[in-house]
C-alpha cells in the first residue's frame, strides 16, 4: 500500500503542470505568518534489527523477523513562515498508536521441524516534530514540498524499569528516542483552507532496545525504530 502511495506522490505533480491557469484561492495564505490547524494520519511500525553476532543456532533458532503493523495518529499543527513562502518550521505535537511484531522461528522436533512465537510490542507515542518544509511556488491551486527534521518520542507504554516475567517475557524498549524524518506531499488550497496529503519516513538515531537474560531477548543485540507515516493535514 506504502508503495503505491510513494508512486502517486511521485507522479501526480506531473499532472497538475498540463492544467490550465486558474484563479488562486486564499490569496492570504502566503502573506501570513503563522497558520495552525490539524492532522490525522495512519502509520506502518517496525523495527530495524540487529541480531547477536553468534549464530541463531546457539539459541535454538531458526530465525528472528520483524513486521509491521499500522496504526493511527492525531496531531495539531503550527507553522511558521521563515522569511519567504516557500519555507516553513513546522511543529505538530502528536499522540500515536504503534505496534510491531517480532516472530521468532525455534527449533522444534515436531513435524514441521521448528515452532513459531511471535511477540508484539505496542506503544502509545507523545511525538514532538519539528520539521524544515520547502515548498514549491503554486501552480493554480496546487504546490508540492519536501520536509526534512527530527522529533523527541516518549513511549508511555514503556516498560523500560518494569520487573521482567523470565515465565512470560516480553520485549523492552525505551520510554525515550530520538528520531530523524523526511517526507515529500502536495498541498491543495480551497477558499479558506488548505488541505495536506504527505507521506514521511522516521528513523530512530539510537538503539530503543532494552537487553536482559530472557530467551526471546538473547539473540536480539539492537532494535531502531522506524515506520512510514501517511497524514491528511487541515491547515488555515
Same mark, same amino acid.
Given at each position: 500500500?506504502? #508503495?503505491k502511495? *510513494?508512486?502517486?506522490?511521485?507522479f501526480?505533480? @506531473?499532472?497538475?503542470?498540463g ?5 488562486? #484561492?486564499?490569496?492570504? &495564505?502566503?502573506?501570513?505568518?503563522f497558520?495552525?490547524?490539524f492532522?490525522?494520519?495512519f ?11 553468534? %549464530?541463531?543456532? %546457539?539459541?535454538?533458532?531458526? /530465525?528472528?523477523e520483524n513486521d ?12 511558521? #513562515?521563515?522569511?519567504?513562502?516557500? $519555507?516553513?518550521? +513546522? ?8 505496534? +510491531? ?11 514441521l !521441524?521448528?515452532? @513459531?512465537e511471535?511477540?508484539?510490542?505496542n506503544?502509545?507515542?507523545l511525538d ?9 511556488? +503554486?501552480?493554480? %491551486? ?7 527534521? !527530527?522529533?523527541?518520542s ?6 523500560e524499569?518494569?520487573?521482567q516475567?523470565?515465565?512470560?517475557p516480553? *520485549?523492552?524498549?525505551k520510554? *525515550?528516542?530520538w ?13 479558506y483552507?488548505?488541505?495536506?496529503v ?5 528513523h530512530?538515531?539510537?538503539? /530503543? &532496545? $532494552?537487553?536482559?537474560?530472557t530467551y526471546?531477548a538473547?539473540? *536480539?543485540?539492537?532494535l531502531?525504530?522506524?515506520?512510514? $507515516? ?7
Amino acid at each position: 500500500m506504502f #508503495r503505491k502511495l *510513494i508512486f502517486s506522490l511521485m507522479f501526480l505533480p @506531473l499532472g497538475l503542470f498540463g492544467q490550465r491557469f486558474k484563479q488562486e #484561492r486564499y490569496k492570504n &495564505f502566503d502573506r501570513r505568518l503563522f497558520h495552525f490547524g490539524f492532522m490525522l494520519g495512519f502509520n506502518s511500525s517496525d523495527f530495524t534489527l540487529y541480531p547477536e553476532l553468534n %549464530n541463531y543456532q %546457539n539459541y535454538g533458532l531458526l /530465525s528472528v523477523e520483524n513486521d509491521a503493523q499500522p496504526g493511527g495518529q492525531l496531531g495539531i499543527l503550527t507553522t511558521m #513562515r521563515l522569511g519567504t513562502p516557500m $519555507v516553513r518550521l +513546522r511543529f505538530i505535537p502528536t499522540i500515536s498508536f504503534q505496534e +510491531r511484531s517480532i516472530k521468532y522461528k525455534f527449533e522444534d522436533t515436531t513435524k514441521l !521441524g521448528y515452532r @513459531l512465537e511471535d511477540e508484539r510490542v505496542n506503544s502509545t507515542n507523545l511525538d514532538f516534530p519539528l520539521m524544515l518544509q520547502f515548498r514549491t511556488r +503554486r501552480l493554480n %491551486n496546487f504546490a508540492a514540498y519536501c520536509l526534512v527534521g !527530527g522529533q523527541y518520542s516518549i513511549d508511555l507504554q514503556s516498560q523500560e524499569k518494569a520487573s521482567q516475567d523470565y515465565i512470560d517475557p516480553y *520485549i523492552k524498549i525505551k520510554r *525515550i528516542d530520538w528520531q530523524g524524518q523526511i517526507g515529500a506531499g502536495l498541498e491543495f488550497f480551497a477558499p479558506y483552507f488548505k488541505f495536506g496529503v504527505e507521506l514521511k519516513f522516521t528513523h530512530g538515531f539510537g538503539n /530503543s &532496545f $532494552v537487553k536482559d537474560n530472557t530467551y526471546i531477548a538473547a539473540p *536480539i543485540r539492537n532494535l531502531y525504530n522506524r515506520g512510514w $507515516v501517511v497524514s491528511f493535514i487541515f491547515e488555515g
